[in-house]
């Protein structure tokens, strides 16, 4: 078997901006763009965000480690676990997403204080 680069390793489920996102106090922040999905394991590592922009334009996408959302079934929603501060000051790309390679994922995994094995791709 050979070493494949991990960005090869990942793929991307969009959902066309229809999952909506909030804050712990309801407010909302954005939606959900894409999951990006470990190939091999078929589990969900990042959710990548939008936030801001209007009529697509001026749009910014996050990167999110899966594990700092909770779902809410009732209003149907994730609900981002950290401040939007923080959110708004984390990795991120408004034209050119980055290559999901490891280095990208110790890049956010550190950003935001996961251990970076839950980000391994």
Do not use: C
């Amino acid at each position: 078997m050979t070493d494949q680069p991990a960005t090869q390793l990942l793929i991307s489920s969009n959902r066309s901006d229809a999952m909506k996102v909030r804050s712990r106090d309801g407010e909302r922040i954005g939606s959900v763009h894409a999951f990006m999905i470990d190939k091999r394991s078929g589990h969900s590592l990042y959710a990548v965000l939008t936030i801001g922009g209007f009529l697509g334009m001026g749009k910014a996408f996050y990167p999110l480690p899966f594990a700092l959302l909770d779902f809410d079934p009732i209003s149907d929603a994730y609900v981002v676990t950290i401040d939007r501060r923080v959110l708004e000051g984390g990795p991120s790309w408004a034209n050119n997403a980055p290559d999901f390679d490891q280095a990208y994922a110790d890049r956010v995994a550190s950003y935001y204080s996961v251990p970076a094995e839950n980000l391994a791709v």
